[in-house]
């Protein structure tokens, strides 16, 4: 069995996450947040991490490679509420281990429908849980930051072993 790749997030953590979050959010979000125009809110999201960090009903995860963080996570009941690499790791198999350890989490915990938010303009990350078994539910919202984007919601409806 491969060693974990997930572990508590704390909020020491927050510096390391933001350092990989804030390059793979302007390298795979460009369509979503043009940075000439919606430039990543470092602060905004760092306090967000905090916050739910201390959130009693939101799971937060730091995805490993070694000791090093190179991914975060996030779950609240059958929600997958934030979920990313690093852009070194973009290919490298560590997004679909995290992924699949995160499933096992929700599941012990009781999630039965799990389900996510991903952009519209987020060709990359719809195909990355596509071909992990999610599927588009047809339910449409917008982004909570500007320039509120268009959400889709995907679901998984068998919770894998």
């Known amino acids: 069995m491969p060693p974990p790749v997930l572990r508590e997030m704390r909020v020491a953590d927050v510096p390391a996450v933001m350092a990989v979050q ?11 947040f043009p940075q000439d125009r919606h430039p990543f809110p470092r ?5 967000r991490w905090r916050e739910e960090i201390a959130d009693p009903g939101i799971e937060c995860f730091v995805i490993l490679r070694g000791h090093e963080v190179a991914g975060f996570a996030a779950v609240a009941g059958d929600e997958v509420k934030h979920f990313g690499v690093s852009v070194g790791e973009w290919g490298s ?14 599941r ?8 996510l938010r991903v952009y519209a303009a987020n060709p990359r990350g ?3 849980w596509e071909k992990l078994g999610w599927t588009d539910t047809g339910e449409r919202s917008r982004g909570p ?11 998984l409806r068998a919770v894998r072993r």
């Open 22 to 32: 804030e390059p793979a959010s302007i390298a795979g979000l460009a369509e979503v």
């Open 43 to 47: 602060e905004v999201l760092a306090d």
């Open 93 to 106: 198999g560590l997004a679909r281990s995290a992924h699949d350890e995160l499933l096992e989490v929700m």
């Open 108 to 115: 012990s915990a009781g999630a039965t429908r799990p389900f």
């Open 126 to 128: 719809r195909a990355f």
């Open 145 to 155: 930051m500007p320039p509120h984007a268009e959400l889709l919601t995907y679901e």
